[in-house]
């Protein structure tokens, strides 16, 4: 009943053979991912990341399914009046683990709900971003947004000017009427590799070995963020 007996274990990496006195030796060697440990990165770097990154269909669809097997695997074994205390046990810390997913996949789905319902209008009007979404998102952004609009409308707009009654108006020196993800702010990261070296806004760089921890603005990682080599935290 182990969680992660139904996929399949590579071999790990083999040890980095350079070294420095500035990382962790624990940190040198990193082991294959499994998909519950790929589900946590991506859902730790969705709460922390100001943008929407691009939707995990495929791991959280395999997720789900083994989430339904082993929900029926314990549902039989519950039933079956020949299981030991000991088996019943064991039952018992799976069924925890179960929960333990759900919640992960629950706050998963959450938080990129909220971002898209945050960021609605924004989404339908990018073509980069809606890639990043499944088809029930983008639908879910486009029903949003377009509830948003009708309200602001009936609410204030349609009793304003017609030159003032727009949601997309781009005046001089105010913020976009638009909300956008805000990819300056700042964020903890934390490498899984070694990095090529990053430009910092001020024009400084820096090299970050593996397990180094650094604040830095989203936007300097963000594409190492989408390549799995730094992850937020």
């Excluded at 969705?46 to 549902?75: C, F, K, N, T, Y």
């Excluded at 024009?203 to 080599?229: F, N």
Aim: glycine share 2%.
């Amino acid at each position: 009943m182990d969680w992660d007996e139904e996929y399949e274990q590579r071999p790990p990496s083999p040890r980095r053979t350079d070294s420095s006195d500035d990382v962790n030796p624990f940190l040198l060697q990193r082991t294959p991912e499994t998909p519950l440990e790929q589900l946590t990165r991506h859902w730790l770097n969705e709460r922390h990341a100001p943008d929407i990154l691009p939707a995990q269909e495929e791991l959280l669809s395999g997720m789900l399914d083994h989430l339904r097997r082993q929900s029926e695997a314990v549902h039989l074994l519950r039933g079956d009046p020949s299981s030991s205390e000991e088996e019943h046990i064991r039952i018992m810390l799976v069924q925890t683990e179960i929960e333990r997913v759900k919640f992960i996949v629950r706050s998963y789905v959450r938080t990129r709900l909220f971002k898209i319902e945050k960021y609605a209008r924004f989404v339908t009007s990018n073509a980069d971003v809606q890639t990043c979404l499944t088809a029930a998102e983008r639908d879910h952004a486009s029903r949003h947004a377009k509830i948003t609009d009708q309200h602001f409308y009936l609410s204030v707009l349609q009793s304003l000017p017609e030159a003032q009654a727009h949601l997309d108006d781009t005046p001089v020196f105010y913020p976009s009427m638009v909300t956008e993800p805000d990819k300056s702010r700042p964020v903890f990261v934390h490498a899984l590799t070694k990095c090529p070296r990053i430009t910092l806004p001020d024009g400084a760089t820096l090299d970050m070995e593996k397990g180094h921890i650094s604040l830095t603005p989203y936007s300097v990682v963000e594409q190492l963020v989408a390549r799995g080599e730094v992850e937020l935290i």
